[in-house]
Every structure is written in C-alpha cells, then in structure tokens.
C-alpha cells in the first residue's frame, strides 16, 4: 500500500514563501503521474499542478509565475514551491499520485497540510 505524506505547511503572511514536500513510502519512478491539490474551504478540491513520469510539468494559471513542482526520484519526494502567496491560496494542500497497472488505475491521496496565508 502506497503512502503519501505532507509536510511544510503553516502560516505565512501574504508575500511570503512556502515549500510543500510529498513523501512516498515507495518509488515514485512508478507513478504515472504525481500531483498537487488543494481545497479551500467551502470549495471542491482543484489541481494546483502535477509532473508527469517523463518530468513534463503542469500549473493551474492561478499559479503560474509563483509557484513551481518538482521531485526527487532518488529521495522519493515531490515539492511544490510557494512564493508570492496571497489570502485566497489558504487551503488544504493534498499529494496525489496515480499509478496505472495494465487496465487498472491506482490514486492515492496524502493527508494534506494546512496553508494558512495572512493579510
């Protein structure tokens, strides 16, 4: 069974700078793909990025130009970088990897980590 566990969040006045970390229990070479949501509250969860197996990286536009993904396969880690970060990114950031096993598709969701973004 593949964990996925948060780490890095907190709270952060507007303008400030935050790093997300995603560790797996496993290797992340054998994800698909892997990536970041977030759910504000009262909101549905939306996709804030995600990288793919061959490192081909995506960004929602609300954060393109301020935040950034990435991974360490070695570490088994995936990061998401917050910077320029305004009130309305407070949210419950989740980890998201899927995993593809012939017809069969596998998604498993960290806990998440609180982003608390002051004004």
């Known amino acids: 069974q593949v964990q996925l566990v948060e780490s890095g969040g907190g709270l952060v006045q507007a303008g400030g700078s935050l790093r997300l970390s995603c560790a797996a229990s496993g290797t992340i070479s054998g994800f698909n793909h892997m990536a970041w949501y977030r759910q504000i509250t009262g909101k549905p969860r939306e996709m804030v990025a995600f990288?793919?197996?061959?490192?081909?990286?995506y960004l929602e536009d609300f954060a393109k130009g301020r935040f950034a993904i990435s991974r360490d396969v070695y570490k088994n880690l995936m990061y998401l970088e917050m910077n320029s970060l305004k009130p309305e990114d407070t949210a419950v950031y989740y980890c998201?990897?899927?995993?593809?096993?012939?017809?069969?598709?596998?998604?498993?969701w960290g806990q998440g980590t609180q982003v608390t973004v002051s004004s």
């Open positions: 998201n990897a899927e995993r593809k096993a012939g017809a069969l598709t596998y998604d498993y």
């Open positions: 990288i793919r197996s061959d490192g081909i990286t």
